[in-house]
């Protein structure tokens, strides 16, 4: 099955909850991150999973184990679903994510490349490979992969086997899903959605992904 999940980056609370429960229908997933937290405080994230859709906390945890064993804690008790954290700490830094997403009943995703023009800089010659190796081993539920380079998907489906890759990238940063969503688990669309002017209605669009 492939999910379609909202990438809710807008920093205005009000906005977020319209554009939430206008898109609720068709997504599987709401992605909040830093821009809309940082703005109007991780209750956003309760408010959120009132439309009934889970909600997964996009904050690229990379700190030490203890650190990431807090900020994770906090996720869960505002009733999140998921959290996503970087790789590149390592192995104790991954599992204090995973240990704790997984007490709670929920999920952690670990990057394992990103999606942005400048990610190959540093996520090339095979180390993208051991991040998402090294997430398997520590029994992570998936990983996130370009939806911008569909090879490096297929790449690192190959590492991963039947782990789940959500993939971001999707529209305004030249992401094809008629090129990636038949390769991964979950399209995580942003701007294309939160900022059309009708949200609603491009979320439905895109549900036709959804299979």
Do not use: W
Request: with cysteine; net charge negative.
């Amino acid at each position: 099955m492939t999910d379609l999940i909202l990438a809710l980056d807008v920093t205005d609370r009000e906005a977020a909850l319209r554009i939430g429960s206008a898109c609720a229908p068709s997504v599987d997933a709401i992605k909040i991150g830093y821009p809309l937290v940082l703005s109007a405080g991780l209750g956003i994230a309760d408010d959120l999973a009132v439309n009934g859709v889970p909600v997964i906390a996009d904050f690229k945890v990379a700190d030490i184990p203890n650190t990431n064993r807090l900020i994770a804690e906090q996720v869960f008790a505002h009733g999140c679903h998921g959290i996503i954290c970087q790789g590149f700490p390592g192995r104790d830094a991954v599992l204090a994510c995973v240990e704790t997403a997984h007490d709670h009943g929920g999920e952690c995703f670990v990057v394992a490349e990103m999606s942005h023009p400048g990610a190959p800089e540093f996520f090339h010659g095979g180390i993208a490979e051991r991040i998402a190796r090294m997430a398997v081993e520590c029994h992570a539920d998936g990983i996130i992969a370009p939806a911008t380079r569909p090879e490096r998907v297929r790449e690192l489906r190959s590492v991963v086997g039947q782990r789940k890759i959500l993939s971001p990238g999707i529209g305004v940063q030249g992401g094809d899903p008629d090129l990636v969503a038949s390769l991964v688990d979950g399209l995580i669309v942003g701007r294309m959605i939160y900022g059309a002017e009708d949200p609603g209605a491009v979320a439905a669009s895109l549900a036709r992904f959804r299979r």
